[in-house]
């Protein structure tokens, strides 16, 4: 821009950076300073906390996650319930998350613990392992739903009566496999009771109180059978 062209309200120093600016040769479809400043936004991104880093990967991810949903009738301690649940939530989060139900545990959500067993269809299942939408029209019991307070279960009777709990954060996963032991075929030996809960840790380490639980209830259920 000539001298004689320039506007005289415009201060000499702008016009001149302008005409620098317009001087960056175009890097693809970024110039010198865009690709320096996303270069900055990347190099914080990647040095910002790995929680941080992963809400903003949820959030991204969250709108098309949320809109596709099953619709699922699960019979839940003996009381149908239809829930839209997402393809991939699991039958222990379904449970806890959306139908309250707290007594079923998580503790590895891998399948080692067996805190959060539950029955399906009369047979123990570790309800972290499988997903709700698989489980149409299915029997579902949890610890609620096999005796509470005032009217508790033989087992949960037994687990009281022999300290088979310390924290008691495994407690309702072994009852609910306990109780499922009492109509499978195992031996009448305390190993035979060890193997068949092998399933379950705990991790207070109650095991001989559980195993005296069992027995008893084993007992008390072939007397009565
Ligand atoms: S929480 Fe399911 S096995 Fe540990
Ligand atoms: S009672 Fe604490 S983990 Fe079993």
């Known amino acids: 821009m000539s001298e004689q062209n320039r506007d005289p309200a415009v201060p000499e120093k702008i016009v001149t950076d302008e005409t620098e600016q317009s001087k960056e040769k175009p890097f693809g479809h970024f110039t010198r300073r865009t690709f320096i400043a996303q270069l900055g936004a990347a190099g914080i991104a990647a040095t910002a906390t790995p929680s941080l880093a992963a809400a903003a990967t949820q959030e991204a991810a969250a709108p098309s996650a949320r809109e596709e949903t099953i619709a699922?009738?699960?019979?839940?301690?003996?009381?149908?319930?239809?829930?839209?649940?997402?393809?991939?939530?699991?039958?222990?989060?379904?449970?806890?998350?959306?139908?309250?139900?707290t007594g079923t545990k998580k503790g590895c959500d891998h399948g080692q613990c067996g805190a959060c067993t539950v029955h399906i269809n009369?047979?123990?299942?570790?309800?972290?392992?499988?997903?709700?939408?698989m489980h149409e029209g299915d029997e579902i019991t949890t610890i609620e739903g096999i005796?509470?307070?005032?009217?508790?279960?033989?087992?949960?009777?037994?687990?009281?009566?022999?300290?088979?709990?310390?924290?008691?954060?495994?407690?309702?996963?072994?009852?609910?496999?306990?109780?499922?032991?009492?109509?499978?075929?195992?031996?009448?030996?305390?190993?035979?009771?060890?193997?068949?809960?092998?399933?379950?840790?705990?991790?207070?380490?109650?095991?001989?109180?559980?195993?005296a639980a069992v027995h008893q209830v084993r007992g008390n259920s072939q007397k009565s059978s």
């Open 122 to 133: 009369g047979r123990r299942v570790n309800s972290c392992l499988t997903f709700a939408a």
């Open 72 to 101: 699922v009738t699960l019979s839940i301690n003996g009381k149908k319930q239809t829930l839209n649940v997402e393809p991939r939530v699991t039958l222990l989060d379904c449970l806890r998350e959306r139908l309250n139900l």
């Open 147 to 211: 005796g509470q307070p005032g009217n508790l279960h033989p087992m949960q009777a037994a687990f009281v009566e022999h300290d088979g709990y310390q924290c008691g954060y495994c407690t309702s996963g072994q009852i609910m496999s306990a109780v499922a032991v009492l109509k499978e075929p195992w031996g009448p030996e305390d190993k035979d009771v060890r193997e068949a809960m092998s399933g379950n840790i705990c991790r207070c380490g109650a095991y001989p109180n559980i195993v």
